[in-house]
Structures are given as C-alpha cells and as structure tokens.
C-alpha cells in the first residue's frame, strides 16, 4: 500500500491522501480485473489508476509504505485501487482527538454476501 499525492475529498475537517494498494495484472487480463472489481463499489469497487505509479505520486514502486513490494512478471502492468488504510492517513493529516480504524491485514469481516455487494 502507497500514500499518494491525490488528495481525498475533504469532509469537514478531515482531510488527507489517498492510499492505494496494488497488484501486477497481466495486460491480457487487465479488462477481466476492472470489470470483475467494478462490480464491487462498495467494496474497493475499479481501480482508480492503471500505469505509472509516478502519476500518483509514487517514487518507487517497489517501496511500499505498508506491506509487501509485490513481484513483477513480464508484461504485467500495476493496477491501483483505493485502499482502507486511508483512514489512518487522513487520521495523521487532520490529527482528530480520537478515532476508530482497522489495520492494515485486519479487514473488516462481515455475514453479506458478495451478492448483496454488487452493483450489477
């Protein structure tokens, strides 16, 4: 997982990076992997980036700020996608009395099912 240099939306006082994580897709395989995410919206839904890490403000992709650097095969291409770790980031940047986050690896579980998450 990155901290970006795009910025969230900000809601009242909190205010903060984006974070993403990311996974090597396959350029054959890239379309399979936005559609089958986008499904998805209120989950991390499609990727907000595909390509250049450098457009997101990332230097180094194989740095990540949290978590592993992930391997690379050839013709793979990064694919991006909002991550739940930007809660902790908008938590540093708007340094709120208190709040309540999950940590990175420790996601939210829940009894929905897929089905009830799909947009389509």
């Known amino acids: 997982m990155w901290k970006t240099s795009t910025p969230c939306r900000p809601a009242g ?10 996974r090597p897709i396959p350029s054959t395989q890239l379309s399979k992997a936005v559609t089958a995410s986008a499904r ?3 989950a991390h839904g499609a990727p907000v980036h595909i390509g250049d890490p450098a457009a997101l403000g990332i ?8 978590g592993d650097a992930q391997p690379f095969r050839a013709g793979d291409v ?42 389509f």
């Open 40 to 42: 998805f919206p209120n």
């Open 13 to 22: 006082v909190f205010h903060g990076p984006m974070v993403v994580s990311m």
């Open 78 to 119: 990064p694919v991006f996608w909002a991550c739940g770790v930007t809660p902790q980031a908008v938590a540093l940047a708007s340094k709120p009395p208190f709040m309540l986050t999950h940590s990175p690896g420790h996601m939210f579980i829940t009894d929905l099912p897929n089905s009830a998450l799909a947009a």
């Open 59 to 66: 230097k180094d992709i194989s740095k990540p700020d949290w």
